[in-house]
């Protein structure tokens, strides 16, 4: 018998609003099960509650659990702004929780590489995260949005043993035709499948482009969202994945028997601050007055004034609190 792996995907519009968030994530949650075709694991979107900074475990992570336990999934809702005693205050990790059929909270995931200087706020994680998925004999590398343009997070998830990639996203429209070969690139080059989410919608400053995809480990489209909210579910060939990386992608190209065999050196490998090239080009830009600093040399954001934007953050605690409560009876 083959391995399948039914995976559900989300793609949903989101507020600041995180109640607002909760409850249509909720809703479709129920809608998606209610299926012939039911997911076993199921994959919602970026900053699903990014106004309202939590702690993990908490009450958030618990109404998650909850989920995953009432139609016994594997369950990665989004992400939330996780605040941690270690942390200046102020900052945060953009995390996703990670839970079990049973409700457990296998493990979280925190964001290895923020957006700046959008995500000023945001304290980069150090973790490579895969987690088990016993029922399938297979294992699952978790990622957040922008993580997903650095090939090494994707290649030491797969090194872990990971044969799917997940990645949620918040992606503007800019960015679509930039990012969409990506997808492509990281599932072909590590054998595995990529599943990325992406919120659709207006948030922020930007309108997000949908377009979630599954890309096959042999680096083929297998399903792609458009610009409206939808719900989906896929059946992953997880034997193909074990069969591209034995006997090669097409029965040809053998990319991680050969990440093996030619084991490439890797100089600057957690010493990246000293190589060459960064004597030559400034630091990053987190916020966006160095932002403007550094582009206006080259004649960009000259003109134009930001308008101050006030957040009724108090009042999305609030009704985020409200919302738990009810929850729990």
């Known amino acids: 018998m083959g391995r399948f792996l039914n995976v559900g995907i989300l793609q949903m519009p989101i507020t600041e609003d995180p109640s607002a968030n909760l409850a249509y994530f909720e809703k479709e949650l129920e809608r998606i099960m209610t299926g012939f075709h039911k997911p076993e694991l199921v994959v919602g979107v970026e900053c699903l509650q990014c106004s309202v900074p939590c702690e993990i475990p908490g009450p958030v992570t618990d109404y998650f659990a909850s989920l995953a336990k009432k139609y016994e999934i594997y369950l990665i809702p989004g992400t939330v702004y996780e605040k941690h005693a270690s942390l200046p205050e102020g900052k945060f990790y953009n995390t996703a929780p990670i839970f ?9 995931y925190r964001k290895m590489a ?49 044969e799917v990639l997940v990645k949620l996203t918040l992606d503007p429209q800019e960015l679509f035709e930039l990012n969409r070969h990506i997808h492509y690139a990281r599932a072909l080059e590590n054998q595995a499948y990529l599943v990325s989410t992406n919120c659709v919608g207006n948030f922020a400053s930007s309108t997000m482009y949908g377009h979630s995809q599954v890309i096959s480990p042999e680096g083929f489209l297998v399903w792609e969202g458009g610009e409206a909210p939808a719900i989906c579910v896929v059946s992953l060939d997880l034997d193909l994945v074990k069969r591209s990386r034995v006997c090669g992608t097409k029965f040809m190209d053998h990319y991680m028997q050969h990440v093996r065999e030619f084991n490439f050196p890797a100089p600057f490998a957690g010493n990246a601050p000293k190589a060459p090239l960064f004597e030559t080009i400034p630091g990053t830009a987190t916020n ?17 004034k930001r308008p101050k934007i006030e957040k009724d953050l108090k009042g999305y605690e609030q009704d985020l609190n409200l919302f738990l409560e009810k929850r729990k009876l």
């Not at 079990?100 to 979280?108: A, N």
């Not at 016993?134 to 030491?156: A, H, M, W």
């Open 100 to 108: 079990g059929p049973q409700g457990q909270l296998i493990d979280i």
């Open 114 to 162: 923020p957006w700046y200087p959008a995500e000023e706020l945001v304290v980069p994680g150090d973790r490579y995260v895969v987690f088990d998925v016993p029922e399938k004999e297979t294992k699952i590398g978790v990622q957040i949005c922008y993580d997903l343009n650095f090939p090494e997070i994707s290649r030491n998830e797969t090194l872990m043993g990971a």
């Open 288 to 304: 966006t007055r160095s932002y403007d600093e550094n582009v206006q040399p080259y004649g960009a954001n000259m003109l134009g």
